[in-house]
C-alpha cells in the first residue's frame, strides 16, 4: 500500500505528537516519583459505574463486550485493551484492541462534537492477541499482537484502509509501541521476562515497509547510557531479543509513551516506569514500587499523557486504579474502578481537546473476557 493512503490530515515529520507540548521538557524526573496528593484531590464515593473520582468528574459506559455499541451495528469486541484517540473533523474515533487469541483485532467508535456516538466499527481482523500499540503521527494505529513471534499491523482507524502487516518491525512478544517525530523512529517494548526496549526507523519516515530494528543496550543498573544495536535478523528465526550481545533486558515491557523527547514505559514485573531522554541518550527511573512506602502504583501497564506534563498509568490488578505522577514527582490514584478485582485496566487515552479519558475494564465484573467494559471520564482535566 502506498504511504498516501494511510494520511488522514497529519504533517509528517512533525516536532510534536499529541500533548507533546513544551511542558514535558520540564517534565524529566530527577528521582523516581513518591506518593503525594493529587492535584485533583481525594477520590470520592463510588458512582453508578462503580467507579470512584475525584471531585467534578463523571464517567459513563461507552461499550460493553458481546453488545451492541449505541445504536451502532457494531458488536464490541472481547478483552478490550490498548488504545488512542484521533481527530475526525470536529468530533473523535476512539480506537481499541481485542486481546483475545485467536480472533482478536480491534474496533473503533466514532464521536461527533457533543460526544454522542456517530459509529462503531471494525478496523483489524484475524490476528493474535491484539495488546497494547501506538499511534503514529501520520493518523494510523500500531496494532501489536503479544505473542512469540507476533506481528506489529497499521491500521485505519476510519475503517476505510485495509490494514497492513508491518513485518520490518520484527517478530516477537509485542506490546507498545510510541512515535518520536524529531528523531523519525518508532520505540517498541517486549513483553517477556526478559524482554528488550527497541526502535525501528523506517527509511522514509512515514512509510513502515522499509527500515531498521534496533535494540536498546546499556549497563546493568537503572540508569545510564543507551547505545542502539541493529537486530540481524527481525524476522524473529532466532528471537530477536537474543541476538545482539549486551541488550540490556527489562522484565515485562507495557505501556509505552512518546513526548517532548522522552519515551516513558513500564515493566510489570518490577512495577516501574522508566523515561528514555532521546536527546542525551540516556535512561533512568521516574517510579520504582519498590523505593516507596505503601506505593500507590502497583501492576503498571498501559500509559499515556497530557499537555500539563501528567502522566496516567493504568494498573494490571493492584487497587484497578489509574494513577498519575505529576512533573513534581508526585503519584497518587485518579480513579479506581470497584468490584472488579478479576480485571485489569486498559487503553487509557484523551480525546483531542484533552477533556475526555477513555479506558476500559479487559474482563468486567465477571472476571471474562466476554464481560470488558469500555468508560469515558469527562471533568476539569489540567491544561
Known sequence: MERRTFLRGAVIGSSAAAFGGTLWRG?????????????????????????????????????????????????????????????????????????????????????SSTGAITGSYRILSGTRQNCAGGKTPWNTWLSCEEVDRGYVYETDPWGVQAAVRRDVMGRFKHEAAAADPVRKTIYLTEDTTDGCFYRFTPTTWGDLSAGKLEVAKMGSGTSGTVTWAQVPDPSGATAT???????????????????????????????????????????????????????????????????????????????????????????APFLRITGQSGSEITGPAFSPDGKRLYFSSQRGTSGSSSGGITYEVTGPFRA
Request: net charge negative; proline share 5%; glycine share 14%.
Open 27 to 111: 517534565a524529566a524526573f530527577a528521582n523516581p516519583a513518591q506518593p503525594g496528593t493529587s492535584p485533583y484531590g481525594a477520590l470520592g464515593s463510588a458512582d453508578a459505574n462503580g467507579i470512584q473520582l475525584p471531585a467534578g468528574f463523571t464517567s459513563r459506559v461507552i461499550a460493553r463486550s458481546g453488545q451492541k455499541v449505541g445504536s451502532t451495528s457494531y458488536t464490541w469486541h472481547n478483552a478490550p485493551d490498548g488504545g488512542a484517540c484521533y481527530a475526525d473533523g470536529t468530533g473523535w474515533i476512539y480506537v481499541s484492541n481485542s486481546e483475545i487469541n485467536p480472533s482478536g483485532g480491534a474496533g473503533a467508535v466514532k464521536f
Open 241 to 331: 531479543r537474543n541476538q545482539v550481545s549486551g541488550a540490556k533486558r527489562f522484565n515485562g515491557g507495557e505501556g509505552c509513551y512518546y513526548a517532548d523527547d522522552t519515551c516513558w514505559f513500564t515493566t510489570k514485573g518490577d512495577n516501574r516506569v522508566w523515561q528514555y531522554d532521546a536527546a542525551a541518550s540516556t535512561l533512568e527511573l521516574a517510579y520504582d514500587d519498590s523505593l516507596v512506602s505503601g506505593p500507590p502504583l502497583t501492576g503498571v501497564d498501559n500509559i499515556t499523557g497530557t499537555s500539563s506534563g501528567d502522566l496516567f498509568i493504568a494498573e494490571d490488578g493492584g487497587n484497578m486504579e489509574i494513577c498519575m505522577i505529576t512533573p513534581a514527582e508526585i503519584v
